[in-house]
């Protein structure tokens, strides 16, 4: 079982804790506000243009990025919460 | 009897419960709260782009979708409630 | 003497009452509000594009209609109540 | 003296009374409100698309039409109270 | 000393008094209301369109206007106040 | 050191004082408003358009411009206040 | 590891303290508020037009820019706070 996001939408698993806080990056605010940072685990088919043309997501699966606060729509699959957003709601890709 | 969906619009028909909460798929919060997801029993023709054109919507009937909260509109069409809402309100496709 | 809307407008005869309620369409809420559904009688020659084309109302008259609350301008001719809106207001057709 | 309305601008002779309410036309509401209708007496040269073309006004000048609640401009010219309102204001025409 | 208004906007000089009032315009509300009606001074080079053209403004200088209310910006120029508004606040050329 | 202006932005230094106040040109309000004209110190290359294509900003380097009350982010450079806004907030240029 | 900024996205390191406020550069306002200046860290590869295009970001790495307050997000990477914002929160490149 799995989900496949409509066009621009992505699916993120939210980092559980902020296992780089040393030396690594960790959002501001208070120890209670969840990380908003994760992975990337679905990749719609594009965002749908004005046009009628199809524009690919930027995004890979695996994709570890940085998303604004009170973004997205979290579900559960198999246990485990995900999020749903839009690519425009996410700010940047981390990379190694 | 049944619904011609205008357009990019889509009839869902809510799950009554979550019959896949056990490894399958819960949205989050209490229990009151009606399920969000629910199979795509009617079709739009597509949407009306500016450019005059129409696009097909992403979606077919016998689909199970996840929607945000508070979406769409209910009616009951013999004796089942149905809600009409947009493609644009659908998250994801749950695949099997 | 008759209506002819402007553009992508259409006029309706709501329903005066749940013919259908039995096995047929309901809209939900108490017994006090209007069914938010009727009848087609006119229909504008269509919604003006912005590249300067015309595109046809999706709709004919006689076609049975849901449309949302709070839907459209009431206006009363030849002692009959109608209901002036727009297309996009237009959720689907009720198919025999 | 004439008002010449710019663009998609109309000028609209409110009805004084209405005089078809017997088997005519008559807007709901109470006895106070004034009728939203009235006869066209000035149509402006066109919208203006974002093309740059110009789109005439679907509406002559005699046309008597139907508006909505709270629409438009009211200005007195020769001791005679008009309303100057867009074309999109107007939700259809009453024929004859 | 004169203001050259950029692109859709135009500068109009308010009428310090309904001297048409007999039998003339008159702007509806009390007394104190200023008339929503002035003479055209000085007009921009046109508005700039998404395609990078430039549409004339249709209003020439000496045209004489009826505006809404709380339109456009108030300055003084050599002592005489002036109203700086867009095209788009114009709603009819008064014609003699 | 100076600032060069993103796109559709110019840097304004604002009147210290209404010079022409006499014969001039002075806002209208209280003595203690700041004026609202002031001297372009720095242009932007252009408005972005959709088509991907620049728009020049149509003022230059020491035009005197007037604009709307509240316009602006204030910043100080070498002791000097300065403001930045949008081409869009410029009403006109006073020209000698 | 590094950001990665999606599409018109930038990266800026604010600048800890005015250190150009004797003949430099000093925002308004109390000496709590934090500058609202910094130095470009990484760029997006550009914005994505409607025509399914993509226009570069009119910024550099290394570049000094004028930001607007209340913008972007923050997020600390590797022990350093950053800000992420949009290429049309910037208002001017510093140039020395």
């Not at 621009?8 to 960790?26: F, P």
């Not at 940085?66 to 700010?91: C, H, K, Q, R, W």
């Amino acid at each position: 079982m799995k989900l496949r996001p409509l066009h621009d939408r992505i699916v993120v698993r939210r980092k559980e804790e902020e296992a780089l806080s040393a030396g690594g990056i960790v959002l501001p605010g208070s120890a209670k506000e969840k990380p908003n940072q994760g992975e990337v685990v679905a990749v719609g088919s594009g965002a749908l243009l004005d046009s009628g043309e199809v524009r690919a997501v930027a995004l890979n699966v695996g994709d570890v990025v940085v998303f604004g606060p009170y973004t997205g729509n979290a579900i559960t699959i198999e246990g485990e919460e995900l999020i749903i957003m839009s690519e425009a709601d996410i700010f940047a890709v981390i990379e190694a």
